[in-house]
């Protein structure tokens, strides 16, 4: 017979309850009027354990997904030829000089009102670099774009 035809609790094929029966017998012994503040604390004990948990297995993720990223960033570096390595790197320097040019030149024609309010807005940003990066390349984006169409 097994344990459950004798009228005992469940149990894994090696006799030791399984995770989900034990946490069964502890919500039960919470639900018990004499239980009270002990399975609260219980209760809050097991939502820690829980959060520490979760937390460890995101981190042990993130570090494999940042891993593999990394692994698979140099694997595509290694089968890129090199002329092409070449070509990217001369583009990018490019895409540099043509952006530093047209910041120069909306600086040169921004008028100095605008050009005041900017500078305070940038120091209001302080350390929240990331609307003010968005907010740039928008702006590049932009200003290139407009800069092609007039070039056609």
Same mark, same amino acid.
């Not at 043509?98 to 309010?117: M, Q, Y």
């Given at each position: ?5 004798? *009228?005992?609790?469940?149990? &894994?094929?090696? *006799? ?8 069964? &017998?502890?919500?039960?012994? #919470?639900?018990?009027?004499? #239980?009270?503040?002990?399975? +609260?604390?219980? $209760?809050?004990? +097991?939502? !820690? !354990?829980? /959060?520490? %948990? ?14 593999? #990223? *990394?692994?698979? #960033?140099?694997?595509?570096? &290694? ?6 390595? %070449?070509?990217? $790197?001369?583009? !990018?320097?490019?895409?540099?000089? $043509?952006?530093? =040019?047209?910041? %120069? @030149? $909306? ?12 500078? =305070?807005?940038? %120091? *209001?940003?302080?350390? +929240? ?9 928008? @702006? @590049?984006?932009? @200003?290139?774009? =407009?800069?092609? /169409?007039?070039?056609?």
């Amino acid at each position: 017979m097994t344990s459950q035809q004798d *009228g005992n609790e469940p149990s &894994s094929p090696l *006799g030791e309850p399984t995770e989900a029966e034990g946490t069964l &017998s502890e919500a039960d012994q #919470a639900d018990e009027p004499s #239980a009270g503040a002990d399975g +609260k604390t219980k $209760a809050k004990e +097991k939502a !820690a !354990a829980v /959060r520490e %948990h979760t937390i460890a297995k995101a981190k042990q993720a993130t570090a494999q997904v940042r891993e593999k #990223a *990394g692994h698979t #960033a140099e694997l595509a570096k &290694s089968r890129t030829p090199e002329p092409l390595l %070449h070509t990217a $790197a001369q583009t !990018a320097e490019h895409v540099r000089d $043509a952006a530093s =040019r047209a910041g %120069h @030149l $909306a600086a040169d024609k921004t008028p100095d009102a605008v050009r005041e309010k900017a500078v =305070r807005a940038a %120091h *209001g940003a302080g350390s +929240k670099w990331t609307p003010l990066l968005s907010a740039g390349i928008a @702006l @590049l984006v932009f @200003l290139l774009l =407009r800069r092609r /169409r007039r070039n056609r």
